[in-house]
């Protein structure tokens, strides 16, 4: 399609309002802002470690360890501060959590306050931008509990704690070799890349649907003395290919980018898996609910895929923490709903076969 003939985010959001008149010019206004803290946020990473990208931004101090215990890079801090410079002053939202911030933010009182709530990972993968891979923001808007919008109170952290399923919109902004916007606003899944010389996001991919089979799944072999008996179940029958019970081949790929591993799944197919294990039995998992199980969730459901902790649909978890874990199998349908089945059969608790036996990814 010509230059000239395609829509603009601006314009797709303002047909969505059309079509759908529930969606809010409010909501839209919101959109588009996160939009231009991901645009500003693109720029600073396109210029790597020559670092003239930060010359013109305030840059804060590194804050060592964020509320995960993670060593915070100088760019997660500067991409949460553009995130919340962008927002806090808009009038949509009563209120902010992010994945760098301990407590919810809240807004300035000096600015009006709105009807939504913004959660955000400003920049998942940072640990990759040494190595020149691909990374991204992911956010999710939520609706503000009422008493929160009728009394103008400080958010809190309960009022964050809201099922995947009642996300307003979600989505991420992929910053690769094209920076890309990939948004649902509960009416399928659109993608949208920019282009820097008329400085807009134009939609490139309408309608992203992801394939309900595949073969291709991702996940990090170097947890598998680890991993429960289902997800063993399912990745060595993956590894056996045409001579096991699945009787077909498959490829395996691991970016440890999460948007980047979201991507190639909406693009092509495929299935994520960050399940639950027991290298750490305090924990339920790596991945952050609210910050990114949760948006990536709603983006793959929207697009026809599924997402899921293998015991329980992804988007039905309660949330009982800002910064809870929890374990993550997304993708193709097909193939989440079979790992789902492995959970549920209680043949699997004796599946007892190593992923690195005889029949091994290293022999013949």
């Known amino acids: 399609m010509p230059l000239s003939q395609r829509w603009t985010l601006t314009r797709y959001l303002i047909e969505q309002r059309r079509r759908f008149p529930q969606a809010s010019g409010d909501l839209n206004a919101l959109v588009l802002d996160i939009s231009i803290a991901c645009k500003a946020i693109s720029r600073i990473v396109s210029f790597g470690n020559i670092g003239d990208g930060l010359a013109a931004v305030p840059q804060p101090e ?11 890079k100088r760019l997660d801090v500067l991409s949460n501060d553009i995130f919340v410079r962008m927002n806090e002053w808009n009038g949509h939202l009563a209120g902010m959590a992010s994945e760098e911030m301990d407590d919810p933010k809240q807004i300035p009182a000096s600015y009006s306050r709105g009807k939504y709530l913004l959660v955000f990972d400003p920049l998942d993968g940072s640990s990759n931008i040494d190595v020149n891979v691909s990374v991204g923001s992911i956010f999710s808007i939520l609706r503000a509990p009422q008493d929160v919008v009728d009394s103008g109170r400080d958010c809190v952290e309960a009022d964050f704690l809201q099922p995947g399923a009642t996300q307003v919109a979600a989505g991420y902004a992929l910053y690769g070799p094209a920076t890309m916007l990939v948004l649902s606003v509960g009416n399928g ?8 010389n008329l400085g807009e ?9 992801v394939p309900a089979d595949t073969q291709e799944f991702a996940i990090n072999s170097s947890n598998s003395r680890f991993w429960e008996p289902p997800v063993k179940r399912y990745v060595d029958e993956c590894l056996a290919g045409k001579t096991g019970a699945r009787g077909k081949d498959f490829n395996m790929r691991w970016i440890a980018s999460m ?24 924990k339920n998992g790596r991945l952050r609910l609210l910050y990114e199980a ?68 290293f022999r013949d």
């Not at 899944?189 to 820097?196: C, S, Y």
């Open 62 to 72: 590194a804050g060592g360890l964020n509320v995960q215990g993670e060593v915070q």
């Open 189 to 196: 899944v659109a993608g949208f890349t920019l282009n820097p």
């Open 201 to 209: 996001f134009v939609l490139t991919h309408p309608n992203i649907l």
């Open 259 to 282: 948007v980047a591993e979201a991507h190639r799944i909406l693009m092509r197919g495929g299935v994520f898996l960050y399940p639950r294990d027991t290298k750490d039995a305090s």
């Open 294 to 361: 949760n948006p990536i969730g709603f983006v793959m459901e929207q697009a026809g895929g599924r997402a899921s902790t293998g015991r329980q649909p992804m988007l039905s978890v309660r949330p009982s923490a800002l910064h809870q874990r929890i374990g993550l199998i997304f993708g193709s349908k097909n193939e989440v709903e079979r790992i789902e089945r492995y959970h549920q059969d209680p043949a699997t608790r004796d599946h007892g076969t190593p992923l690195f036996a005889e029949r091994s990814l």
